[in-house]
């Protein structure tokens, strides 16, 4: 999407528990063998014991709309997204959100995207804020959980680690000198016919966990490699990576080799993802280093996205202000984003919520 006008994320958090279960415990306990430690390279994930999904993302969105100065009644759209349950089987949890933070004149709207869903909220309140002049701001609000008995954060998937948490970003309109995260271009492409990674293909089922309790994503990856392969499988991502990445630059007006362009951030999916997948395809698109910024967080759902522009405008990364930053996001379906930004200014990170960021380049193992 090319941005015919300014956007701004003007504070950008990541609200994660304060519990957190270690890498090493788990190799301990027998959750994970020494190649899956090798293969993810995290090292603890954040873990909720008493707060649910949505009252995560409410602290994030109040922390949000305090670091930006904005009083919730401002806002005129609310985006929420997740990815996995919210804690109620018949509701909405963007209703929640808004109810709670005081935005009563926010239109709610839930967002289920899978672990894309925060790119896709981005994308939907910058459009919205761009095309309604009568809209002064947004908000966005991620928040999963991945705990017992319905979901085994470390040993649910293959080489990807669940960890707690919400995110939560103000966007407004800006103009050039407005501080925050400037959104020089939104790219989105999509590969339909990989939903079926996800999906069990032997039915459709009549209620939720009628398969197995608790989520089982290893079995529906496995049977659909048995038919499509998986060496296919990974060049069709890297395909999807190297072309939204390519669109994003182009829709930015940005050459392959700017030297505005610090890094390249992408989903925290783990060292194997990294090293198979988002790494070789950057490589082939451009000149920035990748950087992954998982490490203390695992895969956050649906909020890879903004929680790493949370890293970025609080000053975690090597993005300084004037430069830019390309981040990536990637969720079940498939979908793919890729977002430019600048960073125009350094907030007090005292605004922030606390958190734990450690990243590696795409060289380090």
């Known amino acids: 999407m090319r941005l015919f006008g300014t956007v701004v994320v003007t504070a950008a958090v990541t609200q994660l528990p304060v519990t957190t279960e270690k890498a090493t415990t788990a190799l301990a306990n027998g959750l994970i063998s020494e190649r899956d430690a090798m293969n993810v390279g995290y090292d603890e994930l954040p873990v909720s014991l008493d707060r649910s999904a949505p009252e995560l993302a409410v602290r994030a969105g109040e922390q949000a709309l305090c670091a930006a100065g904005l009083p919730a009644e401002d806002l005129g759209l609310l985006v929420h997204a997740w990815t996995y349950y919210q804690g109620h089987d018949f509701w909405s949890p963007a209703h929640y959100v808004a109810d709670q933070l005081g935005a009563r004149r926010a239109?709610?709207?839930g967002l289920q995207q899978m672990c894309n869903g925060g790119a896709a909220a981005i994308e939907v309140v910058a459009a919205r804020l761009l095309?309604?002049?009568?809209?002064?701001?947004?908000?966005?609000?991620?928040?999963?959980?991945?705990?017992?008995?319905?979901?085994?954060?470390?040993?649910?998937?293959?080489?990807?680690?669940?960890?707690?948490?919400?995110?939560?970003?103000?966007?407004?309109?800006?103009?050039?000198?407005?501080?925050?995260?400037?959104?020089?271009?939104?790219?989105?492409?999509?590969?339909?016919?990989?939903?079926?990674?996800?999906?069990?293909?032997?039915?459709?089922?009549?209620?939720?966990?009628?398969?197995?309790?608790?989520?089982d994503v290893r079995r529906t990856k496995k049977a659909y490699l048995s038919v499509r392969g998986k060496a296919a499988f990974v060049a069709e991502l890297r395909a999807a990576v190297h072309a939204v990445l390519s669109t994003a630059l182009a829709e930015a007006d940005l050459a392959p080799d700017d030297?505005?362009?610090?890094?390249?951030?992408?989903?925290?999916?783990?060292?194997?993802?990294?090293?198979?997948i988002y790494g070789p395809a950057v490589r082939d698109t451009v000149r920035a280093p990748v950087l992954d910024l998982g490490r203390a967080t695992g895969h956050l759902g649906a909020g890879d996205m903004v929680a790493n522009l949370a890293d970025i405008g609080a000053g975690a990364t090597i993005v300084e202000p004037g430069e830019l930053a390309v981040v990536l996001s990637a969720g079940a379906g498939f979908t793919w984003s890729a977002t430019v930004v600048e960073r125009r200014s350094t907030r007090d990170p005292a605004q922030l919520s606390a958190t734990r960021t450690s990243h590696r380049t795409i060289d380090e193992k």
Do not use: I, K
């Not at 947004?138 to 954060?153: K, S």
């Not at 009549?206 to 309790?213: K, L, S, T, Y």
């Open 131 to 215: 095309a309604d002049p009568g809209m002064t701001a947004g908000l966005v609000t991620t928040a999963d959980c991945f705990g017992p008995p319905g979901f085994d954060r470390w040993r649910g998937d293959y080489n990807l680690w669940y960890g707690d948490g919400a995110t939560g970003a103000v966007m407004r309109r800006g103009t050039a000198d407005t501080p925050g995260l400037a959104l020089w271009s939104m790219a989105t492409t999509a590969v339909p016919h990989m939903e079926a990674m996800h999906r069990d293909l032997a039915a459709f089922h009549r209620v939720a966990m009628q398969a197995g309790d608790p989520v």
């Open 259 to 276: 030297a505005r362009l610090r890094c390249v951030v992408v989903p925290r999916l783990g060292a194997a993802a990294v090293d198979t």
């Open 107 to 109: 239109q709610p709207v």
